[in-house]
């Protein structure tokens, strides 16, 4: 109990110079009754309704509590056929009528690029050469690197590893679209993202092969990435549970006044967990700065969506749950960044989140532990690969625009390929981490159990060298 309270002291201690919202909300009745309603053309109150002042957050999140024309007034004066009920104006109707389980049309997906790699409009985000050739090479050499790791699991060298096929443009444009500030959330086939934001190749090789160099010193399975230089938070293999991370840390960045936001990616089937829609509710009624970026690749390892769900996809979730939503093909690089450009933009100065569905599919599989020619015919494999690839796609516009050649394309695949070879080569040789490591970075003082089993483990292996030849004390 006494360590209890003492880190409720030090919590309030933490909490204190924000604590001027509290006092706001205190205040909320007294400054209700001192102002008049009055309604906005949507039917809702203006912002400025309550308070004269400027204050840390903004107030629509309340909208949906406040009277029409008086507080406590169940409807407005003159309309006997509405009610003002928490959310808004209510209309009442005669007709005993049920909500479709389905629209006549699903939600529309939009599109820059089309398979031939020509824009059909012009309602993008314009990209300068410099920005685009980069999203390119940082696609490519993803798509390298992930075949290169992929073999080298198969050939003994690495434990574990997951691809992220057919997914490039995913990860790289919507990297592109944020800034380094910005707080991003992974799930476990986002490791472009932290390419993009210079995460060098030699140091995702120390991370798979769990050498002394590598930023978790060996404790995490490979392709479970961290970084904080590049503010990307570690890999966790359980499904979701980033999400929720994501929006509280968007909180906390809307309630420090930073120029900032957060995103979390995850899959469909991270959609089918209680921490989705929990994450969601609370991004929404708190109005957090966060981007919900959800892979939908088709297939949460095994299970195809239509298992998963009746709804239009993800998309409708977001506008069901009161959050401002988009369907983008999550093959088109283009589109990809635009989405997240104006996204961004909607999260921080709106402050509100917003949630993408990016429509693609997964080229590989689920990953090394995965063979899923079991559960889907190869035929659909090849034809996603061949006719939606994200990279043949963005190259030819690259292509149209003047600024890729064929001798380009040439240079870039081999120097790829010549650097991840290289990384490999050199993490390969590091020693592991010491074993002590295993017992650090998580108590200040560890405590006597945690000592016992560290002694415990240095006398077995003392005891026997020949099992731990590369795991020094």
Request: aromatic share 10%.
């Amino acid at each position: 109990m006494a360590l209890y309270l003492s880190k409720s002291r030090k919590v309030l201690a933490h909490l204190k110079p924000k604590m001027g919202v509290l006092g706001m909300m205190k205040n909320l009745s007294s400054c209700l009754s001192r102002k008049e309603a009055s309604l906005s053309g949507n039917g809702r109150i203006p912002h400025a309704f309550f308070c004269d002042r400027p204050t840390l957050f903004t107030c629509r999140r309340f909208e949906s509590v406040k009277a029409d024309v008086q507080l406590g007034s169940p409807r407005p004066a003159g309309d006997p056929q509405v009610l003002n009920f928490p959310g808004g104006i209510v209309k009442f109707t005669p007709e005993l009528k049920f909500l479709s389980d389905f629209p006549e049309e699903r939600i529309h997906c939009y599109r820059v690029l089309d398979e031939s790699g020509q824009p059909i409009s012009n309602n993008f985000v314009q990209i300068d050469k410099d920005v685009a050739v980069k999203m390119y090479k940082d696609m490519v050499t993803f798509q390298t690197m992930d075949t290169i790791f992929y073999e080298a699991q198969r050939q003994g060298r690495i434990s574990f590893y997951v691809t992220a096929n057919g997914e490039e443009a995913i990860n790289i444009a919507s990297a592109a679209a944020l800034r380094m500030d910005d707080f991003v959330f992974p799930q476990y086939r986002e490791a472009g993202v932290l390419l993009w934001r210079g995460f060098a190749l030699q140091e995702f090789a120390n991370q798979c092969f769990g050498n002394k160099v590598d930023n978790g010193k060996g404790r995490q399975m490979p392709a479970h990435y961290g970084s904080n230089k590049h503010n990307y938070f570690t890999v966790a293999s359980t499904v979701a549970t980033q999400i929720p991370h994501a929006v509280g840390a968007a909180y906390s960045l809307k309630m420090d006044g930073r120029d900032a936001c957060t995103i979390t990616y995850f899959g469909d089937g991270g959609t089918s967990t209680g921490d989705f829609h929990a994450a969601l509710n609370f991004a929404a009624v708190m109005e957090a700065p966060v981007i919900l970026f959800c892979r939908n690749n088709g297939w949460a390892i095994s299970t195809p969506v239509s298992d998963q769900f009746r709804s239009d996809g993800i998309v409708v979730r977001g506008q069901a749950y009161g959050v401002r939503s988009i369907r983008v093909d999550g093959n088109d690089a283009l589109a990809v960044f635009s989405a997240v450009h104006v996204a961004r933009k909607m999260a921080i100065s709106e402050s509100r989140p917003v949630l993408i569905e990016a429509l693609t599919y997964r080229a590989g599989h689920h990953s090394t532990s995965d063979d899923s020619s079991k559960y889907r015919p190869i035929e659909e494999i090849e034809w996603w690969r061949a006719a939606q690839d994200p990279i043949t796609r963005f190259r030819k516009w690259l292509e149209g625009e003047g600024w890729w050649t064929a001798q380009s394309e040439i240079e870039l695949r081999d120097h790829a390929r010549q650097e991840v070879l290289h990384a490999i080569q050199v993490a390969e040789k590091v020693d592991k981490p010491a074993i002590r490591e295993i017992f650090t970075d998580v108590y200040d003082v560890p405590p006597s159990n945690l000592r016992d089993q560290e002694k415990s483990l240095q006398e077995a292996i003392e005891r026997h060298p020949q099992d731990y030849p590369h795991f020094p004390l």
